[in-house]
């Protein structure tokens, strides 16, 4: 009778989607049954089924790591000019300036600028879109920008509009992502 508590512990065990230690590695799992294991000498539990995985680690999809550290296709700035030219002359060749408006149209312009250099498909790009609008008074003004890059890659594209009433810089930064 002392004989027969390991197996029907091993049976229990099993029924629950436990798993079961062998005492030695030495013979292979025979199976019988209803997922009952006879002679079993080996670890064995039903995450190991093929049946019994589940969904989320199928589809768990792993990348290799590529060791590319420069792009293949290099950032092309007079193409992204002549987006950022046609654009600000689009939406400000017959504008007054006006404070609210330019709060307003600054935003506008900049996501139409980043979807426009978007469609371009430059890879491992990221973008910054900065657009500055300002009142034409006859005064003078300064903008500067500092990054830490790397100029063997990294690039930025600018163009200056103005009217009567206002004017617009507009940069684009394009910064390569290892």
């Not at 002392?2 to 049976?11: H, I, R």
């Not at 030695?24 to 019994?52: C, I, L, N, W």
């Not at 890059?149 to 690039?155: E, L, V």
């Amino acid at each position: 009778m002392t004989s027969d508590f390991p197996k029907d512990k091993t049976a229990c065990s099993l029924r629950k989607g436990g798993s079961v230690d062998s005492p030695s590695g030495h013979d292979f799992r025979r199976k019988e049954g209803r997922g009952r294991a006879r002679d079993s000498m080996s670890t064995v539990s039903y995450m190991d089924e093929p049946g019994q995985r589940d969904e989320v680690s199928r589809l768990a999809v792993q990348m290799e790591n590529t060791y590319q550290l420069g792009p293949t296709k290099h950032f092309p700035v007079v193409t992204v000019n002549h987006i950022l030219q046609d654009v600000l002359t689009d939406y400000l060749q017959k504008e007054e300036y006006e404070p609210e408006f330019c709060r307003q149209i600054t935003k506008t312009i900049s996501e139409v600028i980043k979807a426009r250099v978007k469609e371009l498909m430059i890879p491992r790009y990221k973008l910054i879109v900065m657009i500055h609008i300002g009142q034409l008074n006859g005064q003078s003004i300064l903008i500067g920008s500092r990054c830490l890059w790397d100029p063997k890659s990294d690039t930025v594209s600018s163009y200056v509009f103005r009217n009567s009433s206002l004017f617009a810089l507009a940069n684009v930064y394009a910064v390569y992502f290892e």
